[in-house]
């Protein structure tokens, strides 16, 4: 049985962990967290975008110390900003929310309008 802390196992790159590059004010910080990257985004024809879940990374709350609303993430080869605070989920784990910053996310609609 996995106790409270016992997380780890999940963090695993063979298992459901992801590498990821926390670019911070005092430098670049290598985690391995759970990439959820469930976005959907449509570009509007009068301008701007609508998006499905916000792409998130879940991390132990000793790896997402330090971060910040816009702060830089590099997650599966792209670039993502946090668009709000971190979230602690309470049980040692943090939750940070990612949206597009470079142009490597599609901005193809993957539902028809």
Known sequence: MIGAGDFGV????KDFGTPAT????VGDKQV????????QTAKLKGGGFVDGDKA??????N???GLNVRD????AGSQWQLVRPP???GSG????YLGVKDAKQSTKPAIRY
């Open 10 to 13: 999940f963090f695993n790159p």
């Open 22 to 25: 926390l670019h911070l004010s």
């Open 32 to 39: 391995t967290g759970i990439f959820n990257n469930p976005q």
């Open 56 to 61: 998130s990374l879940l991390l132990p709350d």
């Open 63 to 65: 790896d997402a110390a």
């Open 72 to 75: 830089r993430v590099t997650v």
């Open 87 to 89: 979230v602690p989920e």
């Open 93 to 96: 784990l943090t939750r940070v």
